[in-house]
């Protein structure tokens, strides 16, 4: 699976943004198969989970820190996978980076993609 993140970029605090992934999954291995993720990792931090969506898209989870602004979505037709941002403050920036894998939880992941960067000024 090849993940391709995109949508970072420099706003301000209080601003929203959509970050959009897409994937490139093998050939009889469909996207629906997939639990998907958003991560990140600021500078100087470890990275951190953010959220993350059950292959059907039914069932979801955040960290507490985004939860209430953050929204994960996904639409299987498009092999896409969403994270809107609202109401961003500057702990927010970081490189997010989507991941994909089989299970539904905040860690351990099969496949990453290459991090799109978002920052937020105060």
């Known amino acids: 699976v090849q993940l391709q993140a995109s949508g970072g970029g420099l706003v301000q605090a209080g601003d929203s943004l959509r970050l959009s992934c897409t994937a490139s999954?093998?050939?009889?291995?469909?996207?629906?198969?997939?639990?998907m993720a958003w991560f990140r990792q600021a500078p100087g931090k470890e990275r951190e989970f953010v959220a993350t969506i059950t292959n059907s898209g039914g069932t979801t989870r955040y960290a507490d820190s985004v939860k209430g602004r953050f929204t994960i979505s996904r639409d299987n037709g498009k092999s896409t996978v969403y994270l809107q941002m609202n109401s961003l403050i500057p702990e927010d920036t970081a490189i997010y980076y989507c991941?994909?894998?089989?299970?539904?939880?905040?860690?351990?992941?099969?496949?990453w993609g290459q991090g799109t960067q978002v920052t937020v000024s105060s």
């Open positions: 991941a994909a894998g089989r299970l539904f939880r905040t860690n351990d992941y099969d496949y």
């Open positions: 999954v093998a050939s009889g291995q469909p996207f629906s198969v997939y639990v």
